[in-house]
Nanobody
C-alpha cells in the first residue's frame, strides 16, 4: 500500500506565505509525476502545480510567479511554497502522485487526505 501524508496548511493573512509538504510512504518502486491540486467550496478540483521525476514543472496561470513546486526524490516528498497568497487561494489542497509500486507493471494515482489553506483579507 502507498500513503501520501500532507502537512503545512493553515490560516494566513493575504500577502503571507505557507509551505505545504507531502510525503509518500509504502511499497514504492518509483514515483513519476507529483502534483498539488486544490478544491474550493462549490468548485471542481483543479491542478495547481505538477513536477516530473526529472524536475520539469508546470503551473496553473492563477499561481504562476507566486507558487513554487519542488521535490526531494530521496525522501519521496513534494513541496509547494506559496507566496503572496490571496483570498481566492483558499481551498483544500491535495497532494497527488503517480506511483509504481514494487512488483507492479503500471503506476497508479494516489491522493493525500487534503490540507486546508485559508487566506484572510
Amino acid at each position: 500500500q502507498v500513503q501520501l501524508v500532507e502537512s503545512g496548511g493553515g490560516l494566513v493573512q493575504a500577502g503571507g506565505s505557507l509551505r505545504l509538504s507531502c510525503a509518500a510512504s509504502g511499497s514504492i518502486f518509483r514515483i513519476n509525476a507529483m502534483g498539488w491540486y486544490r478544491q474550493a467550496p462549490g468548485k471542481q478540483r483543479e491542478l495547481v502545480a505538477a513536477i516530473t521525476s526529472g524536475g520539469s514543472t508546470n503551473y496553473s496561470d492563477s499561481v504562476k510567479g507566486r507558487f513554487t513546486i519542488s521535490r526531494d526524490n530521496a525522501k519521496n516528498t513534494v513541496y509547494l511554497q506559496m507566496n503572496s497568497l490571496k483570498p481566492e487561494d483558499t481551498a483544500v489542497y491535495y497532494c497527488n502522485a503517480d506511483v509504481l509500486r514494487v512488483g507492479a507493471r503500471v503506476g497508479y494515482d494516489y491522493w493525500g487526505q487534503g490540507t486546508q489553506v485559508t487566506v484572510s483579507t
